[in-house]
């Protein structure tokens, strides 16, 4: 599931036989408002789920998604939510001609003692390649792309005891080709432009969310390192760390923050698409690249009523090739708003929109679950 995923609050409209079958699943009995949670849980039904896209990167789009949601049959572990087992299908096409299919597969079992992860695809995606760094008078390069391929992600975490630690690992699988419009930068070597990346990672993290698709309160920290290797079945080697905290704050049942701090690094003979990239509302996915990436966003939640929430936000981040940059690089900032209604309450699961503002334009996102991904 991603930020450009919507489902429409009419959706229940098209997929009712009578008004008396609307009322029984898609109205919830405990408030009288519209909600999904029985269809999906109770009746095995699936999500049909319109694609937005508005990442600047790729342009503005759409597709569909088919989202199956199943009831986690184990025994909640007391004190805990239970996440649901999520499947789902789907493809997008956008505006500038980039297209592309997915496939995912979402699943805990022994009471949230294991968490899997899969998914699949193949994208072809036209993209511009702004150089490292990225920041006007830094770098001036401006290049249009393609890249397209079939890529695949593996993750398998198991939970340490009754704790909120979880330690387990995750396989990158990716067979990508990369064509310029003109000549290719002199300092991109052939196997940047055309190649398999396969690596797989160690990980460890710390998560006391209260649920992991639209979480209100809680910790999630999580420190991932990949090698990409050709024993892995790809053609470069090149290791890259992510270390990614989150942190949500409920102060009363209207009031609560959330922050972000996100950093990403890489060595080795890594292909430029591979680069860490500032990762914020309001800018475009690798804008800002470099060897080094920091990002760091807040957001303040105001919940009037229980379906409803509203927000404002703001960010910053610098993308850099060498540590000693960090200091006397620029900063590209970034400021929003949002709001979510809660689709789905027994899974509390929320959809809605932010619109963020970036150094050089102004962003509409629909998003789906939490924006931090």
């Known amino acids: 599931m991603n930020r450009g995923i919507l489902w ?70 007391p004190g805990h939510f239970s996440p649901p087992t999520i499947t789902g299908v789907g493809a997008f096409g956008t505006d500038n001609q980039s297209w592309g299919g997915f496939g995912f597969y979402i699943k805990n079992w022994d009471q949230d003692r294991w968490r899997y992860m899969g998914g699949v695809g193949y994208a072809s995606l036209n993209l511009t390649f702004y150089g490292f760094g990225g920041f006007p008078g830094v770098d001036d390069l401006k290049m249009d792309y393609n890249l397209k391929g079939a890529f695949l992600v593996q993750d398998l975490r198991h939970r340490l005891g009754e704790s909120n630690f979880f330690y387990g690992g995750r396989y990158l699988y990716s067979d990508l080709e990369a064509k310029f419009e003109g000549d290719k930068p002199e300092f991109l070597v052939d196997k940047a432009i055309e190649n398999r990346n396969g690596g797989l990672a160690i990980l460890g993290n710390y998560d006391s969310r209260d649920n992991t698709l639209s979480p209100q309160s809680g910790l999630l920290s999580e420190l991932r390192y990949y090698f990409f290797s050709e024993n892995f079945g790809g053609d470069l080697d090149y290791n890259l760390g992510a270390w990614d905290t989150q942190g949500y704050f409920k102060w009363s049942e209207a009031w609560g923050a959330s922050a972000r701090l996100l950093g990403k690094w890489i060595n080795g003979s890594a292909p430029f698409y591979a680069k860490p990239y500032i990762d914020l509302r309001g800018i475009a996915k690798q804008r800002y690249q470099g060897d080094y990436a920091l990002s760091t966003e807040v957001e303040l939640r105001w919940r009037p009523h229980p379906r409803w929430q509203y927000s404002v936000f703001g960010g910053a981040g610098k993308a850099v090739t060498d540590t000693e940059q960090i200091s006397d690089s620029e900063t590209a900032g970034t400021y929003g708003a949002g709001f979510r209604y809660l689709i789905a309450r027994l899974v509390g699961f929320q959809m809605g929109i932010d619109i963020a503002r970036g150094p050089d334009e102004t962003v509409f996102y629909i998003q789906a679950g939490t924006a931090w991904f």
């Open 8 to 77: 429409g609050l009419a959706i229940a409209i098209h997929f009712v036989v009578s008004s008396s079958f609307a009322e029984s699943i898609f109205i919830d009995p405990e408030d009288g408002y519209l909600d999904g949670s029985r269809w999906l849980l109770e009746h095995s039904g699936f999500l049909p789920v319109p694609i937005i896209i508005t990442e600047p990167a790729v342009g503005v789009g759409g597709g569909l998604a088919l989202v199956f949601m199943e009831k986690n049959k184990d025994a909640p572990r």
